[in-house]
């Protein structure tokens, strides 16, 4: 899609880099198809069918030979740059490779390429809350679960209190200045960073926590992708 095509607006990028070793396929994760389409396709339609959502970066390895090489997706524009060896890294080239008419003050989202069942429900409360909060916000969902601390020999040491604790999801919702240099600070500071909102917190500054659906899960292993070929059925 030509530059005079690229509208302002609220832009995602999704790190699509990763190799998915732990899912054991022989493609990345990200391109394994459920319903007929490659879990990716899945994202994106998610996020580019929702009103805010302006366009997407997708974040690509040097040498995806998987990319099916789309350029629109729902009259929007789908963009991509080339990531790095770690998430960071990869959420890092994404954000600077954006239109310049993403201000820098604007709010960017954040998603996974393999968490493909995102509700617009969430995605209209996460950017309610987040535009209205100084720092920006994350999909998240309390802990629910007993959690246990294994020793080395694999007993249990201990019961762990699960209040205050939440998973984090995606998407996470920064202001894309403010993202980039805590991104760099961490990188400088050789922290590995785990999500967006933990470069955050390492500024001093505290994420919003909103409450999104335990479905927006994403797929890591076969059952995930069994998982969401179940939700396909429903929907």
Do not use: C
């Amino acid at each position: 899609m030509s530059p005079d095509h690229v509208r302002a607006g609220l832009w995602a990028v999704v790190p699509a880099a990763g190799r998915g070793t732990r899912f054991g396929a022989e493609v990345p994760k990200q391109y394994l198809e459920a319903g007929g389409r490659p879990l990716i396709a899945w994202t994106l339609h998610a996020l580019l069918m929702h009103a805010s959502v302006a366009g997407v970066m997708v974040v690509l390895a040097e040498d995806d030979a998987h990319w099916p090489g789309w350029d629109e997706i729902a009259g929007k524009p789908v963009m991509t740059s080339i990531g790095g060896a770690e998430r960071a890294d990869s959420v890092l080239a994404g954000i600077n490779a954006l239109p310049e008419s993403v201000r820098q003050d604007d709010f960017v989202l954040v998603h996974d390429a393999a968490r493909p069942n995102l509700a617009h429900a969430d995605l209209d409360r996460l950017i309610d809350l987040g535009r209205a909060d100084p720092v920006g916000a994350i999909l998240a969902a309390p802990v629910r679960d007993t959690l246990k601390r294994a020793g080395s020999d694999g007993g249990i040491d201990g019961t762990e209190p699960r209040e205050r604790l939440w998973r984090a999801f995606t998407p996470q919702m920064f202001r894309r200045l403010q993202l980039s240099k805590a991104l760099d600070a961490a990188h400088a500071a050789g922290i590995a960073i785990t999500d967006e909102a933990m470069a955050m917190e390492r500024q001093g500054l505290r994420p919003l926590l909103v409450e999104g659906r335990e479905d927006n899960f994403k797929v890591t292993t076969p059952a995930d992708l069994a998982r969401f070929e179940f939700e396909l059925q429903k929907r």
